[in-house]
């Protein structure tokens, strides 16, 4: 499941405190959710309408029968995925909601089930979505496909068991036919010259057959008056109303395949070009979905590029580009092919090879790369290539996917320093996962002795003149490839509980930087992430109050900040720290607000200062009057509690000129201003 994809699920639910406890557990687990709860059937129908939910969490003592619900979905008219939530399972009621229309039950005291249930129907009910507009988009292409053939001036003729089932106007032209009823019901052999039948009958049944046979072959074709002509018929599997037929087109001239074959090859390199390599690469995920296997698509790099084309110039970058693509032809099978991608990115689909043979190609490339030496111009330069790949199976059959997977393979090799490989591989994932987590855990402890990490920050623009400048604190940290986002590394730091590190670091750091400012006499104030690891530690509010009396900064300086998600599973000991925290005159701010089923209940027992809007709520916002109506009734209830409000992740200017008509008090974007690095 996509990472940004934001699951909108209605509880039918009769305890909010469950529903939240749910909601809390996905978004622990990434997933993005957007709730909403019913207890009757006018709030049900309410909600189908509003939120137009992706899944229906149904509890069978909500109160609600579920063939009622279940009802309620069909009048909708939308795919909705229908699931029973319960606290055990016994067969005589599985089989009893499976009869009234749920498509799966999930256990409320098995949360990696219930998370597996519910990803497994999210995705499904996606691939119902997409299916639908492929049909629709597939329908709509066979009618193009139908006029296309039409007005197409080769003869081109559609053949099922030997006998035509349809024919373009050229086709019925060049032979000398008037009406297709003519053809109808004719075999294609009529067409071909006796001394070719034979050949022609062969080939056809070896395409039926879905055989290994020649897709283009020369012979004398046969008119309705029997004189005949030279021709190249060429073949292609295609269906005819649903039913699977042969695609034949007949050409008087022939081009010349030494022509083609140079507009398919790259000038610089001489292999592939991109179109020809993004074809390859189709065809071999067709034979994939078929049944092929042992394919493998590798995606191969020099390391550093840009710096030695720098250091080159720019004049010769080509010419060690075709220097480092012919060490890579050297070793490719005949069944091999290898392709320019990108700007220095070369493709390579390695055909039909064990995983071991997959290994030492790779493991030879990287060393013949290596240890070779390579001429560009008057200099002589030794190179180093990083390598990411994917095998190709009928799972990941599908272009775009395998090639992401690649990428990340690759990206994943540069990540680690170059001159290495990474193979994605569904049944190694798990091995892979744990030595990539090994990796960044050696880089962190490393970070931490040694002062790696980097700060950057975001303004953050008040909409109603507040005094002084706010700036939200952003951590990097330094990787061998360059700087790297905490999305990378803070997951396996909180596994391994080395983030109450991290969160002094940062917060030293940030106070060292609010102490030269207030010198410079510039008032600003930090907003601060804090880990749930760090707020549950004894020592560390009084070793934030013992640097910030040190420090002499003025109160309200720094904001401390978390998510909703995570002050709801912790509430009773993150009220416990807020409370102290207020008490030394901090801030503190809730990120993701409005994301909960009742956040504004939450404010009861948690002292927010300032409220962090949902991000997903800013998602296109002038095209979602929906959002802009939710965003004004956050505003509304904030300011009546005192409260102040911030939008993230601001994109353009419509949406900041919403947002200020909402009442929000602060607003923060990539729009507004890039993150900037904290000198």
Same mark, same amino acid.
């Given at each position: 499941? /996509?990472?940004?994809?934001?699951?909108?699920?209605?509880?039918?639910?009769?305890?909010?405190?469950?529903?939240?406890?749910?909601i809390?557990?996905?978004?622990?687990?990434?997933?993005?959710?957007?709730p909403?709860?019913? !207890?009757?059937?006018?709030?049900?129908?309410? +909600?189908?309408?509003?939120?137009?939910?992706?899944?229906?969490? #149904?509890?069978?003592?909500?109160?609600?029968?579920?063939?009622?619900?279940?009802?309620?979905?069909?009048? @909708?008219?939308?795919?909705?995925?229908?699931?029973?939530?319960?606290?055990?399972?016994?067969?005589?009621?599985?089989?009893?909601?499976?009869?009234?229309?749920?498509?799966?039950?999930a256990?409320?005291?098995?949360?990696?089930?219930?998370?597996?249930?519910?990803?497994?129907e999210?995705?499904?009910?996606?691939?119902?979505?997409?299916?639908?507009?492929?049909?629709?988009?597939?329908?709509?292409? $066979?009618?193009?496909?139908?006029?296309?053939?039409?007005?197409?001036?080769?003869?081109?003729?559609?053949?099922?068991?030997?006998?035509?089932?349809?024919?373009?106007?050229?086709?019925?032209?060049? *032979?000398?036919?008037?009406? #297709?009823?003519?053809?109808l019901?004719?075999?294609?052999?009529?067409?071909?010259?006796? +001394?070719?039948?034979?050949?022609?009958?062969?080939?056809?049944?070896? @395409?039926?057959?879905?055989?290994?046979?020649?897709?283009?072959?020369?012979?004398?074709?046969?008119?309705?008056?029997?004189?005949?002509?030279?021709?190249?018929?060429? #073949?292609?599997?295609?269906?005819?109303?649903?039913?699977?037929?042969?695609?034949?087109?007949?050409?008087?001239?022939?081009?010349?395949?030494?022509?083609?074959?140079?507009?398919?090859?790259?000038?610089?390199?001489?292999?592939?070009?991109?179109?020809?390599?993004?074809e390859?690469?189709? $065809?071999?995920?067709?034979?994939?979905?078929?049944?092929?296997?042992?394919?493998?698509?590798?995606?191969?790099?020099?390391?550093?590029?840009? !710096?030695?084309?720098?250091?080159?110039?720019?004049?010769?970058?080509? $010419?060690?580009?075709?220097? *480092? +693509?012919?060490?890579?032809?050297?070793?490719?099978?005949?069944?091999?092919?290898?392709?320019?991608?990108?700007?220095?990115?070369?493709?390579?689909?390695?055909?039909?090879?064990?995983?071991?043979?997959?290994?030492?190609?790779?493991?030879?490339?990287?060393?013949?790369?290596?240890?070779?030496?390579?001429?560009?111009?008057?200099?002589?330069? !030794?190179? !180093?290539?990083?390598?990411?790949?994917?095998?190709?199976?009928?799972?990941?059959?599908?272009?775009?996917?395998?090639?992401?997977?690649?990428?990340?393979?690759?990206?994943?090799?540069?990540?680690?320093?170059?001159?290495?490989?990474?193979?994605?591989?569904?049944?190694?994932?798990?091995?892979a996962?744990?030595?990539?987590?090994?990796?960044?855990?050696?880089?962190?402890?490393q970070?931490?002795?040694?002062?790696?990490?980097?700060?950057y920050?975001?303004?953050?623009?008040?909409?109603?003149?507040? $005094?002084?400048?706010?700036?939200?604190?952003?951590?990097?940290?330094?990787?061998p490839?360059?700087?790297?986002?905490?999305? *990378?590394?803070?997951?396996?730091?909180?596994?391994?509980?080395?983030?109450p590190?991290?969160?002094?670091?940062?917060?030293?750091?940030?106070?060292?930087?609010?102490?030269?400012?207030d010198?410079?006499?510039?008032?600003?104030?930090?907003?601060?992430?804090?880990?749930?690891?760090?707020?549950?530690?004894?020592?560390?509010? &009084?070793?934030?109050?013992?640097?910030?009396?040190?420090?002499?900064?003025?109160?309200?300086?720094?904001?401390?900040?978390?998510?909703?998600?995570?002050?709801?599973?912790?509430?009773? &000991?993150?009220?416990?720290?807020?409370?102290?925290?207020?008490?030394?005159?901090?801030?503190?701010?809730?990120?993701?607000?409005?994301?909960?089923?009742?956040?504004?209940?939450?404010?009861?027992?948690?002292?927010?200062?300032?409220? /962090?809007?949902?991000?997903?709520?800013?998602?296109?916002?002038?095209q979602? &009057?929906?959002?802009?109506?939710?965003?004004?009734?956050?505003?509304?209830?904030?300011?009546?509690?005192k409260?102040?409000?911030?939008?993230?992740?601001?994109?353009?200017?419509?949406?900041?000129?919403?947002? #200020?008509?909402?009442?929000?008090?602060?607003?923060?974007?990539? *729009?507004?201003?890039? &993150?900037?690095?904290?000198?």
């Amino acid at each position: 499941m /996509k990472k940004d994809s934001v699951i909108k699920i209605l509880f039918v639910e009769k305890s909010v405190e469950d529903a939240e406890q749910i909601i809390s557990l996905l978004r622990n687990a990434g997933i993005a959710v957007r709730p909403a709860r019913a !207890t009757q059937a006018d709030q049900v129908q309410a +909600a189908l309408d509003e939120l137009e939910p992706d899944i229906v969490l #149904f509890d069978p003592a909500a109160g609600l029968e579920l063939r009622e619900v279940a009802h309620l979905l069909d009048a @909708h008219g939308r795919d909705v995925a229908l699931l029973a939530l319960v606290n055990q399972l016994d067969t005589h009621s599985v089989a009893e909601m499976f009869a009234g229309g749920v498509r799966g039950t999930a256990l409320r005291t098995q949360p990696k089930q219930l998370i597996a249930v519910l990803q497994r129907e999210f995705e499904s009910l996606h691939t119902r979505r997409q299916v639908r507009l492929l049909e629709a988009a597939l329908r709509e292409s $066979e009618r193009r496909c139908d006029a296309l053939l039409d007005s197409s001036t080769d003869p081109i003729a559609y053949v099922h068991e030997g006998m035509h089932v349809r024919a373009n106007r050229a086709y019925l032209e060049t *032979f000398g036919y008037e009406e #297709f009823d003519d053809l109808l019901g004719l075999p294609v052999l009529d067409m071909i010259g006796t +001394a070719d039948a034979e050949a022609f009958k062969n080939l056809l049944r070896a @395409h039926s057959r879905k055989e290994k046979a020649a897709n283009q072959v020369e012979l004398q074709a046969r008119r309705a008056d029997a004189s005949t002509f030279k021709a190249t018929v060429e #073949f292609a599997g295609a269906t005819f109303e649903g039913e699977p037929c042969l695609q034949i087109v007949f050409r008087r001239q022939q081009v010349d395949p030494a022509l083609i074959e140079q507009l398919q090859r790259d000038p610089v390199t001489g292999l592939f070009n991109r179109a020809r390599t993004l074809e390859t690469i189709d $065809e071999s995920v067709a034979a994939a979905a078929k049944g092929k296997k042992g394919q493998t698509l590798l995606l191969i790099e020099p390391d550093n590029w840009q !710096t030695i084309v720098a250091g080159i110039g720019l004049g010769q970058a080509d $010419e060690l580009l075709a220097a *480092f +693509a012919g060490r890579i032809s050297a070793l490719l099978g005949e069944s091999d092919m290898a392709g320019l991608l990108a700007e220095h990115t070369i493709g390579v689909m390695l055909d039909s090879r064990s995983d071991e043979s997959i290994k030492q190609w790779i493991d030879g490339v990287l060393q013949s790369i290596a240890s070779d030496i390579f001429d560009a111009g008057t200099r002589s330069i !030794t190179v !180093t290539a990083s390598i990411g790949g994917s095998l190709l199976g009928e799972k990941n059959a599908n272009a775009e996917l395998l090639l992401n997977q690649a990428s990340q393979a690759l990206r994943n090799a540069q990540s680690q320093g170059g001159g290495r490989s990474e193979l994605h591989d569904p049944a190694a994932r798990e091995k892979a996962e744990e030595e990539r987590e090994r990796y960044w855990l050696q880089l962190l402890k490393q970070a931490l002795e040694q002062d790696n990490f980097v700060l950057y920050h975001q303004h953050t623009i008040s909409l109603q003149d507040a $005094e002084g400048e706010y700036s939200e604190v952003l951590l990097r940290m330094n990787g061998p490839q360059g700087e790297v986002l905490p999305g *990378f590394f803070m997951p396996i730091a909180e596994k391994h509980g080395l983030t109450p590190a991290i969160d002094r670091w940062v917060l030293n750091r940030a106070i060292e930087m609010l102490k030269a400012r207030d010198g410079q006499g510039v008032q600003t104030t930090f907003f601060v992430k804090l880990t749930a690891q760090s707020m549950q530690e004894a020592a560390f509010l &009084p070793w934030l109050e013992d640097r910030l009396k040190r420090a002499g900064l003025r109160q309200g300086q720094i904001v401390l900040e978390m998510t909703e998600s995570k002050v709801v599973t912790l509430l009773r &000991p993150a009220q416990e720290f807020i409370t102290r925290w207020k008490k030394m005159g901090g801030r503190f701010a809730l990120e993701q607000f409005g994301s909960g089923l009742n956040s504004f209940q939450l404010l009861t027992h948690i002292d927010a200062d300032y409220l /962090k809007i949902d991000r997903t709520y800013m998602n296109q916002l002038p095209q979602h &009057p929906e959002n802009q109506k939710k965003i004004g009734e956050i505003c509304v209830q904030a300011h009546e509690m005192k409260r102040l409000t911030v939008a993230e992740w601001v994109e353009d200017a419509t949406s900041t000129s919403l947002l #200020f008509a909402c009442g929000v008090d602060f607003v923060q974007g990539n *729009f507004l201003q890039e &993150p900037q690095r904290l000198m």
